[in-house]
Nanobody
């Protein structure tokens, strides 16, 4: 069993920054691929960023490239999402997710085995 707990959300003005953290319990965290998804009111959950277990390979949705950075610290069992130059359209509940199977379909919510409870990010204009 893996538990994921997100933190770091909040209210920020457009152009500001936030860093989200996702702390994982359980063994073998360093072997999981991890991802961040988000869901805005009335919209489907969408992929934001993913990172392989090595920490070398990262992937982003086009709308956040150059603004968001995903990283991980396997010694702390934690994955991060640094969000800069935030825009009102980034407003959503952000979820972290763990894939124990290291699927290549990192953008698909269906391949993730565990999910956190979510943290709200609100960007005001």
């Amino acid at each position: 069993q893996v538990q994921l707990v997100e933190s770091g959300g909040g209210l920020v003005q457009a152009g500001g920054s936030l860093r989200l953290s996702c702390a994982a319990s359980g063994r073998a965290f360093s072997s999981y691929s991890m991802a961040w998804f988000r869901q805005a009111p009335g919209k489907e959950r969408e992929f934001v960023a993913a990172i392989r277990w090595t920490g070398v390979n990262t992937y982003y949705i086009d709308s956040v490239k150059g603004r968001f950075t995903i990283s991980r610290d396997n010694a702390k069992n934690t994955v991060y999402l640094q969000m800069n130059s935030l825009k009102p359209e980034d407003t959503a509940v952000y979820y972290c997710a763990a894939d124990l199977g290291s699927s290549r379909s990192y953008y698909s919510a269906s391949i993730y085995d565990y999910w956190g409870q979510g943290t709200q990010v609100t960007v005001s204009s």
